[in-house]
Each structure stands twice: as C-alpha cells, then as structure tokens.
C-alpha cells in the first residue's frame, strides 16, 4: 500500500495535463456564476464537509466492532475530492466550474477539519488519543499546482487562441478518457493481491459510504432546484473522496503509522471508479443536452 512511482509522480502529471485541458473548456463567467449564485457550492460543501462525515462516523459505529477500521472509514468520509473528482465532472459532462471550484475550497478547509474530526475519532475508538496536524501551505501548493494553475493556464490559451481550445477538445476528451481507464487499472494491479482481503475487511461498509454520497448529492441538488449538470458535480465531489491523502494520513510514520486504518481508503478508492464509471455513463448524455441549452440561452 505504499507509495509507487504511478502516484508520486505520474498521476499528478496526467491530472495537470488533464486540468489544462479542463480549463480551455471553462471561461471567467463560469466562475462568476457560481460567485453570483452561490446556492449549489454551499449545498455542495454541506454535503462534503458536514453530512458525509456524520455519514461516515454513523457507517462506523454500526458496521466495525474493530476501531482500526472504524478510524480508517471515518478518515475517508472526511477527506476532500480531488483533481479525480474534477476529470470524473469533465467526463460526465457536469459543471465543471462548480467541481473545481468545490475541490478547492473543502481541500482547503479540510486542513482544519481533519485534524478535530479525526481525532474526535480516536479519542472514542483508540484507548490513546494522538493530535495530528495537517500541513497546510504545502496542502494548498499541491492543490494549486495539479488543479488551479493548469485550470488558469487553459483559460488563457482559449481566450488567446479559441480556435486552437476548440479543435483540441476532442483530443483532450479522448486523453482524459485514457487516463482515467489508466489510473483506475494501476490502482487494481498496484493492489491486486490485496482486494479480496481488503474488500472482507471493509468493503460492504465502503460501498455503502459511497453510493450514499452520490445518492445524497443527486438527492439534495434536485430538492434544492439545482439543474442536472450541478446535482452531478455535487454528487461526484461528495462520492469521490481524496483516497491517497486517507492512505498517506494512516501510513504516516508522523501522523497514525498504522496500516489496518488505510484499508478502508484502499478499498473505497478502488470501489469508487467502479461507481464513477456508471455515473459517467448515466449522466453524460443528459448533462450533455443541458450543456447544449445552456449555451443557446447564453
């Protein structure tokens, strides 16, 4: 479950280029909307900061009489998503604005609400409590480099070169495509001899924490009047969590050090491209139609 060159080097470089090509898709208005209609980023930050986590401690209690794995389900529930959740948006043709900026945002806050929720969670299942702390300007360093400066980037190319942004949207879908095939085999076969112990461990209670997550953000977006493309990106930001920085946290010599709590990310980030392939499936056709209104009414 350690670290490998795949993780550590080459999906933060496939998620820039990927990020880059996001962004030549995206315009300032984008944006702007979302500054100006602020309804569907804070649906979307309950969902990921507030119910998810209560979600998670609730999955916990009522499905592991063993506190490791009761620690690790809950440390996923409260991680942020992450540039995967913004390709998983940009393939469903969801609000992509909306994503970026939701990955943003509750990665930044999260610095802050991992370490009192995470150790509100050791303190009840652990007989010592262990205060972590994130570091949080080199948090906020990754997040910039792998998703928003590459975003910024692509911006520019399409408002100084917008016939280029065009013609490359094809070859840019056609490569995100790839990488996220890609990445979700590499997961498989980094962890191949270990599924079926992970998924005995934990599995049940990862796939219900995350078809619950999608669930939950398709749900509320549609009660709060949110359009088809904006319940998508709030579902896919609340179901795809930052699984490597779960796994990081619970292998960290300097943090827990302990290998039964990454199970429970192991296997939810392994279960996750599984459901996120069927909500790319589902969404994309009709996320794609109101994509096409939208831009007639623009």
């Known amino acids: 479950m350690e670290q490998s060159a795949v993780t550590a080097i080459f999906l933060p470089l496939a998620l820039g280029i990927i990020m880059l090509g996001m962004g030549m898709t995206l315009t300032p208005s984008d944006f702007k909307k979302i500054a100006l209609y602020p309804k569907a980023a804070v649906i979307g930050l309950v969902c990921q900061l507030i ?3 209560l979600i998670g401690f ?3 209690a009522l499905m592991f009489t063993i506190p490791e794995l009761a620690v ?3 440390l996923i529930s409260l991680c942020p998503g992450g540039a995967t959740s913004n390709l998983i948006s940009h393939l469903a043709k969801a609000d992509l604005a909306l994503s970026i900026s939701l990955t943003a945002i509750s990665s930044i806050i999260t610095n802050f609400s991992i370490p ?3 150790n509100i969670a050791l303190a009840y299942y652990m007989t010592e409590e262990k205060a972590i702390s994130l570091p949080f300007f080199k948090t906020f360093i990754q997040i910039f480099l792998v998703t928003i400066f590459p975003v910024i980037i692509g911006m520019v190319i399409k408002k100084k070169r917008p016939r ?3 013609k490359s949207e094809k070859a840019m879908n056609i490569i995100s495509t790839f990488f996220f095939v890609l990445i979700l ?3 498989i076969l980094k962890e191949r001899e270990s599924i079926i112990p992970y998924f005995e461990q934990a599995g049940v ?3 219900i924490l995350n078809i619950t997550a999608l669930l939950m953000g398709f749900v509320l977006g549609k009660l709060f009047g949110l359009n088809k ?3 998508s990106s709030i579902a896919i930001e609340t179901g795809i969590q930052n699984g490597t920085l779960a796994i990081a946290l619970a292998l960290s010599p300097a943090i827990l050090n302990n290998t039964q709590m990454a199970v429970p990310a192991a296997i939810y980030s392994l279960l996750m491209f599984v459901t996120a392939a069927v909500v790319i499936m589902i969404s994309k056709k009709q996320n794609s139609q109101e994509a096409l209104k939208e831009l007639s009414l623009s």
């Open 51 to 53: 119910l998810l986590p």
């Open 58 to 60: 609730g999955l916990a």
């Open 72 to 74: 690790g389900l809950i």
């Open 116 to 118: 009192i929720l995470l």
């Open 164 to 166: 280029f942004a065009v």
């Open 185 to 187: 085999l590499a997961a």
């Open 205 to 207: 209670a990862a796939i």
């Open 229 to 231: 493309r904006q319940r």
